[in-house]
């Protein structure tokens, strides 16, 4: 019954590979996100998605790139893996854009070596 | 400066004190404030949701919004162990989706 869940938990992969991490609610939310976590625990927003459109597009490199095939799912594609990627990605879902009470999946933890 | 600072602690205090959280900002056109909560190696949890200035309490916890001053504030009564974690204040202008967080502070709750 979990509300927002994402697959993997962990990822770890070498320099250069392409990898996904997949996002899915079964909360009936509009709104999807994707966020960073970086080392230093400072949480940023890279994408967000309304409905399958995309909304929010932050200066993210085109490397990653997200996918929302329905309102449920959102998934996020990296290409060409760099050290600096190596964070924890969290996804997220609101009831409808604007509205700030997210609810977060427990995070997929990357690092790429 | 940054749009919010935070300060990232770490808080230690014994259990039954009370907390105080804080957040400074300086984007006067924030207008919806939020806490979360978050435990090692788990996502961050919505703890309380405001509008505006003026308190909101729910349970132990209270937010406090004072606009004039760009502050918001958590107060935590009566701490518990199980209170340890990351609190990390956010905030975002209304009908923009783009929520802005703090770093987040580490309490400790010593039994």
């Known amino acids: 019954d979990t509300a927002v869940s994402q697959t993997p938990k962990y990822l770890v992969t070498q320099m250069g590979n392409d990898k996904s991490i997949k996002c899915e609610q079964n909360l009936g939310h509009d709104t999807m996100y994707w966020y960073k976590q970086d080392s230093k625990k400072f949480l940023k927003i890279m994408f967000s998605y309304n409905n399958k459109e995309l909304i929010i597009n932050e200066t993210v490199p085109n490397r990653f790139s997200p996918k929302s095939p329905d309102k449920a799912h959102l998934n996020l594609h990296i290409n060409s893996l760099e050290l600096g990627d190596s964070a924890v990605y969290f996804c997220a879902s609101s009831p409808q854009q604007g509205l700030g009470g997210y609810t977060f999946g427990s995070g997929t933890r990357l690092t790429v070596v | 400066q940054k749009e919010v600072e935070q300060d990232p602690g770490p808080l230690s205090v014994p259990e039954g004190a009370i907390v105080s959280l804080n957040c400074t900002y300086s984007?006067?056109?924030?207008?919806?404030f939020m806490w979360y909560r978050q435990y090692s190696r788990k996502g961050p949890e919505l703890l309380m949701y405001?509008?505006?200035?003026g308190n909101k309490e729910d349970g132990r916890f209270t937010a406090q919004v004072d606009k004039s001053s760009k502050y918001i504030s958590l107060f935590i009564r009566d701490s518990q162990p199980s209170d340890s974690a990351t609190y990390l204040c956010?905030?975002?202008?209304?009908?923009?989706?783009?929520?802005?967080f703090g770093k987040g502070t580490r309490l400790h709750i010593l039994p």
């Open positions: 405001t509008y505006s200035s």
């Open positions: 956010a905030m975002t202008p209304p009908g923009n989706d783009k929520i802005i």
């Open positions: 984007n006067s056109a924030f207008q919806y």
